[in-house]
Nanobody
Framework: QVHLVESGGGSVQAGGSLRLSCAAS????????MGWFRQALGNEREGVAA???????AYAESVKGRFTISKDNVKNTLYLQMNSLKPEDTAMYYC?????????????????????WGQGTQVTVSS
């Protein structure tokens, strides 16, 4: 079992920045692929960014150049640095992990590929 706890969400004005964190515990190690997903009210959950055990990353087109995913294997913590935030980035952000996920650099991560999920942290961007 893998336990994931997100933090760092909040309210910010457009153009601002936030850094999300996801602390992982349990049966996890550096081989796990991890990702960030978001779900806005009334929308389906969508992939934002992901990183595998080798450091390969993938991003949704809508966040490329603004968001950066990183992982600290010593602290077992995943991060998402979000800059130049827009109102359309408003959503609940979820952290996810799984061992058998191949990260495709050319497309956003797919929620169905990940088996372990956190409870989410809310990000609200006002105009």
């Amino acid at each position: 079992q893998v336990h994931l706890v997100e933090s760092g969400g909040g309210s910010v004005q457009a153009g601002g920045s936030l850094r999300l964190s996801c602390a992982a515990s349990g049966d996890t190690d550096s081989r796990y692929s991890m990702g960030w997903f978001r779900q806005a009210l009334g929308n389906e959950r969508e992939g934002v960014a992901a990183i595998d055990g080798y450091g390969v990353t993938a991003y949704a087109e809508s966040v490329k150049g603004r968001f950066t995913i990183s992982k600290d294997n010593v602290k077992n913590t995943l991060y998402l640095q979000m800059n130049s935030l827009k109102p359309e980035d408003t959503a609940m952000y979820y952290c996810a992990a799984d061992l058998r996920v191949w990260i495709n650099m050319n497309r956003a991560p797919v929620p169905a590929d990940f088996g372990y999920w956190g409870q989410g942290t809310q990000v609200t961007v006002s105009s």
